[in-house]
């Protein structure tokens, strides 16, 4: 574990001093309603690194409803569920991006009391993954309060909801 840890930093050190973070390539955020979703919004596939210099990567197209889930957003990761939104979107949102693990390949293991029917899982793999965020500043928030709002996340875009959704700015 020491080992594997040692590289991972070693890595992270690598990508942040010799490349920065930020979007590397694809990640574009468009507005993509349908009569179902008329809030939707699309994030390309693409590749990004983290403030963090973690590897942020996005396989395949991801699209979702604003409406629906407002939060957060975990399209890879079967052991976490999205959240769903409390409250219609509107105002000014950011939709950010960052390094998630998802727990995979559960296996059982020895249980450890004396019943017999007891069959513990633990998870024995650990999959590269993202989480997308909506992320809404506080209503009179200054520039620093939006820094440290969007601190550990690449933001990829700013979308501005009225009567309706409109990309501000692609952040790359």
């Given at each position: 574990i020491q080992e594997q840890e040692y590289f991972r930093?070693?890595?992270?050190?690598?990508?942040?001093?010799?490349?920065?973070?930020?979007?590397?390539?694809?990640?574009e955020v468009t507005a993509s309603p349908t009569q179902d979703k008329p809030w939707g919004v699309t994030i390309s596939q693409g590749f990004a690194l983290s403030p963090q210099g973690d590897e942020i990567y996005v396989r395949d197209p991801f699209t979702f409803d604003l409406a629906q889930f407002y939060q957060k957003a975990y399209p890879d990761c079967e052991s976490r569920l999205r959240i769903p939104s409390t409250a219609k979107p509107e105002g000014t949102l950011y939709v950010a991006i960052k390094y998630a693990e998802c727990m995979t390949r559960p296996v059982r293991v020895a249980p450890t009391l004396c019943g017999c029917d007891e069959t513990v899982c633990e998870y024995s793999r650990i999959r590269d993954s993202f989480e997308v965020e909506f992320l809404a500043p506080p209503e009179g928030a200054s520039n620093l309060d939006i820094q440290q709002l969007l601190k550990d996340r690449v933001v990829l875009a700013r979308v501005a909801i009225e009567d309706t959704m409109t990309i501000i700015d692609d952040k790359h």
């Open positions: 930093k070693k890595l992270r050190r690598h990508n942040r001093f010799l490349h920065g973070w930020g979007v590397v390539c694809g990640l």
